[in-house]
């Protein structure tokens, strides 16, 4: 589904990427683990086309989007929901979701069954689709993050560090969503702190330090790796 191949990106003159490989097939979640500053973040960017990569090549589907724009990048079905969230705190909740879909210009029907979708999955959102953005919880903005991305219409969902700053029980609703999400036949492409959780739901990972891949597997495979287990599991 997504390939990445012999990808180096960075920023000016500081590469922060080196000749990266990753896969993430269609129907499975793969997670991406790494400590802060291991490129995670520079890698899903340059993915998206926000960073011109300066070697390598990314497929999707087949089609080659290496150096395409970022709105030729959603339109071709990859949706990404950034670290931080970036919503926009003074528009309504409903707003910032169908934010997402005008990039992929699907006609109306389709635009609102998506919104319907994204209510169903966060009944909350429902609720409280009239009010500010910036007025809901930190879970609520991470769901309507996830949302607006969902919106798009994606086979592929980037989702980068989405439970960043959430307490503990609200770290597994956002990962139950990814997984109802991933059921629903829409890849997942995550970066998590929360190694231990990601990979119980993950099929598929990598660990990345200092901008290359130092590892990869099944998620079982990474379960089971003494130093997965030591560096990011606690063990
Ligand atoms: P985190 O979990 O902290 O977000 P990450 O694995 O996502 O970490 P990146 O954010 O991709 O890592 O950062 C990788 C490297 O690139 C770091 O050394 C960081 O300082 C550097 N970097 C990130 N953004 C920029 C930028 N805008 N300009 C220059 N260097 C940057």
Do not use: C, W
């Amino acid at each position: 589904m997504l390939s990445v191949s012999g990808l180096s990106a960075g920023y000016d003159s500081i590469n922060v990427l080196h000749s990266v490989d990753i896969e993430a097939r269609s129907g499975e979640i793969t997670v991406i683990l790494g400590a802060n500053g291991s490129g995670k973040t520079t890698m899903f960017r340059t993915i998206s086309g926000l960073i011109r990569p300066s070697a390598g090549t990314i497929e999707f589907d087949g089609s080659a989007l290496t150096r395409r724009p970022a709105n030729a990048i959603v339109r071709s079905g990859v949706a990404h929901s950034p670290e931080g969230r970036h919503l926009f705190a003074k528009m309504s909740v409903e707003k910032n979701l169908v934010l997402g879909g005008y990039t992929r210009r699907r006609n109306r029907a389709r635009q609102k069954a998506l919104l319907e979708q994204v209510y169903e999955l966060f009944p909350i959102l429902r609720e409280k689709r009239h009010d500010p953005a910036g007025s809901l919880s930190g879970g609520q903005q991470q769901m309507v993050a996830i949302g607006r991305a969902l919106t798009a219409d994606p086979q592929l969902l980037i989702l980068d560090e989405p439970s960043m700053g959430l307490a503990p029980l609200v770290v597994q609703q956002v990962l139950d969503a990814v997984v109802e999400i991933n059921r629903a036949g829409i890849g997942v492409l995550l970066a998590e702190q929360n190694a231990a959780k990601a990979l119980r739901i993950a099929h598929r990972g990598y660990v990345l330090a200092e901008g290359r891949v130092v590892m990869a597997g099944t998620a079982d495979d990474l379960l089971r790796d003494a130093g997965v287990q030591e560096a990011y599991l606690g063990m």
